[in-house]
Nanobody
Framework: QVQLVESGGGSVQPGGSLRLACAAS????????IGWFRQAPGKGREGVSA????????YYANSVKGRFTISRDNAKNMVYLQMNSLTPEDTAVYFC?????????????????????WGQGTQVTVSS
């Protein structure tokens, strides 16, 4: 089992920044990739970014490319999502998720069913 806890959410004005953190515990040696997903009110859960824990390969949704940066600290079992130039469209609950297998590539990283473990989510609100 792997447990995930997100932190770092909050309220920010448009153009502002936040850094989300995902702390992993438990059987973390089995984790192959960590993804960030978000769910806005009335919408489905969508992939934001992902990272392969081994080689650090990263993936981003087109809507966040150039604004968000995912990173990892394997020694601390932490994954971060630095979010810059935030807009109201980024308002959502952000979840981190972990997977132990499957194909983590340009298509596979978005497949929610491939992630076995999920955190409880952290709210990000962008408004003036």
């Amino acid at each position: 089992q792997v447990q995930l806890v997100e932190s770092g959410g909050g309220s920010v004005q448009p153009g502002g920044s936040l850094r989300l953190a995902c702390a992993a515990s438990g059987f973390t040696s089995a984790v192959y990739g960590i993804g960030w997903f978000r769910q806005a009110p009335g919408k489905g859960r969508e992939g934001v970014s992902a990272i392969r824990t081994g080689d650090g390969r990263t993936y981003y949704a087109n809507s966040v490319k150039g604004r968000f940066t995912i990173s990892r600290d394997n020694a601390k079992n932490m994954v971060y999502l630095q979010m810059n130039s935030l807009t109201p469209e980024d308002t959502a609950v952000y979840f981190c998720a972990a997977r132990s297998g499957g194909v983590l590539d340009d298509f596979g990283w978005t497949q929610r069913h491939e992630y076995e473990y999920w955190g409880q989510g952290t709210q990000v609100t962008v408004s003036s």
